[in-house]
């Protein structure tokens, strides 16, 4: 997926407004959130890089986090954070399940650990979200299977 979003509040986006895409549905809601809430003063979508090595090539790229935002809490202290959005399963590694979660944990932990060092150097925070986070998921326990009972023939 990759969508255009258009903001209804412009004036927050930090770079092009006519430029902004989504790639994916999780991404879409957090811009949303971004756009609408009145603690958010700024906020801009792949708008830098940060460069990392990768660890499959041990070659230097470059890593365009999802997000940057400037937000008041509720404190009233301006923040600054660099977000990532990410499915759980590229971002545990419990939940890493097959190969190609595994090597996209691998990639994703060089990329975060570039980010978390860019983002103490310059006075933020980076932070992850998954699906967990961005809808408040709590984990459910397993719920206990019932047994199949056979209908008695009549």
Not at 79 to 107: F, G, T, W, Y
Not at 133 to 147: D, E, G, L, T
């Amino acid at each position: 997926m990759r969508a255009r979003f258009i903001p209804k509040n412009p004036h927050k986006y930090m770079g092009d407004v006519n430029k902004i895409f989504a790639r994916s549905s999780w991404e879409v809601h957090v811009m949303k959130f971004f756009d609408s809430s009145s603690t958010v003063l700024k906020w801009g979508s792949e708008e830098f890089s940060i460069p990392y090595i990768k660890p499959t090539d041990g070659q230097v790229h470059q890593y365009f986090p999802d997000f940057i935002v400037v937000y008041q809490d509720r404190h009233g202290a301006i923040k600054k954070e660099i977000i990532e959005v990410k499915p759980l399963k590229e971002s545990s590694a419990d939940q890493a399940k097959n190969a190609h979660d595994r090597v996209a944990l691998a990639v994703n932990i060089a990329k975060w650990r570039a980010a978390d060092e860019f983002a103490q150097r310059n006075g933020m925070v980076f932070r992850v979200l998954t699906e967990q986070s961005i809808f408040k998921q709590v984990p459910r326990p397993a719920k206990p299977r019932r047994p199949r009972t056979k209908k008695a023939k009549t």
